[in-house]
């Protein structure tokens, strides 16, 4: 009860700040209350209980941020399956809430999710007959109920101590549980002159930010630094050491030079340059690791030029300088692809603007990140793989007074390999405006080729495998179908479909919704 009653007041919050200037009766609060909320009678339900005994294997924690974490990207993307899967067993009952199975979640962690955020919206527009299709909150990027009722409604999780954030068209990592970073993130976007280049150079002048691409690798002991650019002495040392077995971590760290700390990102002033050994050593659960560099104090600085060849081809060029030896160079091309040689040759796919990011690393321990724009204007083919893609979400009129809206996404953004096909159904109101409504059947599902990334050849598209899957119930006003690819894919030009299917008002219809990547890639 102290969950539901906390939930309960969280909703009253939110429905006051989101329209103060309107005063709920009670009628409608309870009315509220009944669909966002799990009762006690639910959570006792056998398929509940059972749901939460798989859960259990998980070690799903919420934070004091407010923020879920997982010890892994695999276990987020079990938890997401668990979810689909249960609420496909689910048959609702009229008591019940709306979406019953992710209802029972957010209550059990207490958790005010990205969903029951959406959705407490939705039923707020709704109540004052608001809806159309212009301000539909259920529009969010994030196009799964099941991946958003993990997510905060800032679009947060924790994986293996990692910070993700997901935006419209990029996803964040911050590391080293940066929370003064996230709150600049935040802002960041919450600007009023916001662009998606903010976001990238945002990532390019903190260190512990940065874009999350295909895969997100876990570090052993590891640390970088930079150094004050008013005092060549002062250095500013980055913890990079995140994995699986670095949980409630303690640090130590050996300067070379008599002084020590503890802090999890330590400054330290040499008192003279030269060359140190930095150790750093991390204790975790009675296991101890050390990594330790010889640093040259002194400076180091990134930088790239580039040229156009044929069809999408760019060659990179790093101009980088360094007191040390370059050891190590780290591109993300702004697509999704990267490299770590000096001098990388990518191909891109579409003619537009990208942002480049070259992160180098010397052999005494210095580090540098630099962020260019790259216009490409290349590209002849039209028929091309790409990491993620939405198309504008479609509303499709079956009946004088049904509405359909469909959506269709591919996401592959560390942690997430999926595809989403949602399929919502609508009555029309005398006003013109929108409530979501019950159909007698209601389904979604896609079908097409996904490919793999070929190793040997170096090709985005060089291994494919059909796919086809579909779902469908009855009693409900809305379907989603939420895959889980298990590694990062691709999807050609209309490589890939979505599907719908309808029956309702006497009016029984299926059919094709969106295709992906069919307007050409240029």
Sequence with gaps: ??????????????????????????????????????????????????????????????????????????DA??????????????????????????????????????RADIETQILDLEEKENLTEDNDPDNHYIVSPYMRAILTPNCEVIINQLICVYFE?????????????????????NSLDYSEFDILSFCASNKNAFILSDNVINHNPDFSFYVNDSNPNEYHFVNRSWGEIFINMTYYWDFGDGIFSTDKNPVHVFSSSGEKTVILTINSNGTSESISKPIKVGSCTANFSYSLGND????FSSTSIADGNITRYE?????????????????????????????????????????????ISNVNSTSCCK????????????????????????????????????????????????????????????YGIAYWYDYNSGDDCGTY??????????????????????????????????TYYIKDEGVEERGIGLKLHQKPCN
């Excluded at 068209?169 to 976007?189: E, F, P, Q, R, W």
């Excluded at 040689?341 to 992160?359: A, D, F, M």
């Design 169 to 189: 068209t990029v996803g964040v990592g911050i590391m080293n549980a940066d929370y003064t970073s996230l709150n600049d993130l935040h802002k960041c976007h």
């Design 77 to 114: 993307n079990h938890v997401v399956d668990i979810l689909q899967n249960y609420s496909d067993l689910f048959v609702t009952k009229e008591e019940y809430p709306n979406d019953p199975v992710l209802c029972a979640l957010e209550t059990h962690y207490n958790f005010p999710s990205l």
């Design 465 to 498: 495998q059909p796919v086809e899957r579909s779902d469908s119930d009855s009693d409900r006003s809305g379907m989603t179908l939420d895959v889980g690819m298990g590694d990062p894919f691709r999807v050609g030009k209309e490589s890939i479909t979505s």
């Design 387 to 446: 990491a993620n893609d939405r198309e504008k979400i479609k509303y499709y009129q079956y009946a004088p007074t049904r509405k359909l809206k469909l959506i269709f996404r591919v996401t592959n953004s560390a942690i997430w390999h999926r595809i989403v096909s949602k399929t919502i159904n609508y009555k029309i109101k005398s006003n013109g405006t929108l409530i979501r409504i019950k159909a007698d059947n209601i389904g979604t599902g896609f």
């Design 312 to 315: 999408g081809n760019c060659s």
């Design 1 to 74: 009860m102290y969950y539901f009653r906390t939930l309960v007041i969280f909703i009253i919050t939110v429905l006051c700040f989101t329209n103060c200037e309107k005063e709920f009766d009670i009628s409608e609060l309870k009315q509220l209350d009944k669909r966002l909320i799990a009762s006690d009678a639910l959570m006792n339900e056998p398929l509940i209980i059972q749901m939460f005994n798989e859960l259990d294997n998980y070690n799903i924690v919420l934070n004091s941020y407010g923020i879920l974490e997982f010890n892994s990207g695999e």
């Design 331 to 375: 591109w993300l091309f702004g697509d999704g692809g990267t490299a770590n040689t000096q001098n990388p040759t990518h191909r891109y796919n579409s003619n537009r603007q990208y942002s480049v990011r070259l992160v180098i690393y010397t052999d005494d321990g210095c580090s540098d990140a630099w962020m260019g724009t790259v216009t």
